[in-house]
């Protein structure tokens, strides 16, 4: 019975995937290389996505890098030569540029390249029938890394329990990594992680961007 629930979950998994994360739903502010600032707009998911203005033109960077407005060639999309700005920023030329532009051709040019990545990804969709065990002991190396301005508090021999001791409850903690495997997996299997003296780089840490 848990063998059929894991085989329908993978596979309820792998069918969710096809459509994707959806992009970031909020507007993001950009700097060009001209060190103008442009707010645009992310659309799609992780397999199919594109870049809009505020106002819903579909825009593409260039060789430079440099968002311009999209213009369809060949059945494709390729920057247009016309340098993007916010609404309120607009000169007549620009606004001139964009009366001669079809947002609806863009966006049927937009959905039917959709659909094509669509059907590729239902095409490679596995039928989950089996799963099978992954059995015996399993090693994990575990490097400690310093920095010359972030050093270790915490001693080899502490974080080898943190890893590998039965029971581990250090810091009101419940259990350590390998119970969590264990307690996971129905104990098996068995992941035993060797802990290694740290290295020290002879540079600064770099911040975490989240």
């Known amino acids: 019975m848990r063998k059929i629930f894991i085989g329908s979950f993978l596979l309820l998994c792998t069918i969710n ?8 739903p909020y507007s993001i502010n950009v700097v060009q290389q001209d ?8 659309k799609g998911d992780e397999f199919f996505h594109w870049t809009e203005t505020e106002d819903g033109y579909v825009i593409v960077r260039n060789n430079a890098g440099m968002f311009e407005y999209a213009e369809i060639s060949n059945g494709h999309l390729v920057p247009a030569n016309v ?3 916010n609404p309120n920023q607009r000169a007549d030329a620009e606004i001139q540029y964009l009366q001669t532009l079809s947002k609806e051709q863009i966006f049927q040019l937009l959905k039917s390249n959709q659909e094509q990545v669509l059907q590729v990804a239902q095409s490679e969709i596995v039928q989950v029938t089996s799963v099978s065990s992954v059995t ?4 994990i190396l575990c ?17 080898n329990n943190l890893m590998n001791q039965t029971g581990y409850n250090v810091g009101n903690a419940i259990g350590s990594v390998k119970d969590y495997y264990k307690e996971v997996s129905y104990n ?6 060797s802990v290694f ?10 911040p975490c961007l989240i």
């Open 143 to 159: 490097i400690l890394i310093g920095f010359t301005d972030l050093s270790f508090s915490k001693t080899q021999a502490e974080f």
């Open 35 to 42: 060190g103008s600032n442009l707010t645009i707009l992310l």
């Open 136 to 139: 015996g002991t399993k090693k």
């Open 17 to 24: 995937n096809i459509w994707g994360i959806p992009a970031f």
């Open 83 to 85: 340098k993007v700005h």
């Open 188 to 193: 098996n299997p068995l992941v035993r992680r």
């Open 197 to 206: 003296r740290y290295v020290e780089y002879k540079s600064k840490a770099l």
